[in-house]
Nanobody, 119 residues
């Protein structure tokens, strides 16, 4: 099993910043992709940002405001969120895709962390 644990959510005023972190643990051989998704009430889960070992990808709505980084040695991924807007309010989920030590692939999700941006 591969477990993902997120931290760093909370309540912030519009224009403020938050940093989310996610740590993967378990029988991990390799993590290929790590990503952050979010789901607002009544809406579908959407990709916020993703990072492979060589590149990053952002949703248009967060480009220039959010930065995704990863530490391959520690199997962690972070999301620095700046200039937050009320529309960024959602539950944020960490996702990791890779291979376990038994060579089986995994696609794991964290439990989610609430981000609330007040106007």
């Amino acid at each position: 099993q591969v477990q993902l644990v997120e931290s760093g959510g909370g309540l912030v005023q519009a224009g403020g910043s938050l940093r989310l972190s996610c740590a993967a643990s378990g029988s991990i051989l390799r993590i290929n992709d790590m990503a952050w998704y979010r789901q607002a009430p009544g809406k579908q889960r959407e990709l916020v940002a993703s990072i492979t070992r060589g590149s990053t990808n952002y949703a248009d709505s967060v480009k220039g405001r959010f930065i995704i980084t990863r530490d391959n040695a520690k199997n962690t991924v972070s999301l620095q969120m700046n200039s937050l807007k009320p529309d960024d309010t959602a539950v944020y989920y960490c996702n990791a895709v890779g291979q376990r030590r038994n060579l089986r692939e995994f696609d794991s999700w964290g439990q989610g962390t609430q981000v609330t941006v007040s106007s």
